[in-house]
């Protein structure tokens, strides 16, 4: 599996942004899908999760209300639409895939940087 970000950029405090992750390969592996985020010098988080089969999402409480973890499963691709975004959401933003055998696998990251 592979997986491979797009979206991020530069944008004013209250604005939004959709980053998008595109899987190829073994997509039948996937079990679930993910966002996480790391700004500098802190350690990498969960952002929101979303199961393959059910399609049930999960969120981090820094984002619940604001951001909507979608998947289209036609395209394999994976969607984070971040709105109202706050200075403290900036950080390199990575898609993660949670295969059946537990093993996960993760993007590049993409930057998301919010001015105030």
């Known amino acids: 599996v592979q997986l491979v970000e797009s979206g991020g950029g530069l944008v004013q405090a209250g604005g939004s942004l959709r980053l998008a992750c595109a899987a190829s390969?073994?997509?039948?592996?996937?079990?679930?899908m993910g966002w996480y985020r790391q700004a500098p010098g802190k350690q990498r988080e969960v952002v929101a999760f979303i199961a393959s089969g059910s399609g049930s999402a999960n969120y981090d409480d820094s984002v619940k209300g604001r951001f909507t973890i979608s998947r289209d499963n036609a395209k394999n691709t994976m969607y984070l639409q971040m709105n109202s975004l706050k200075p403290e959401d900036t950080a390199v933003y990575y898609c993660n895939a949670v295969l059946i055998d537990y093993s996960r696998v993760w993007g590049q990251g993409t930057q998301v940087t919010v001015s105030s």
């Open positions: 390969g073994r997509i039948r592996s996937i079990d679930a």
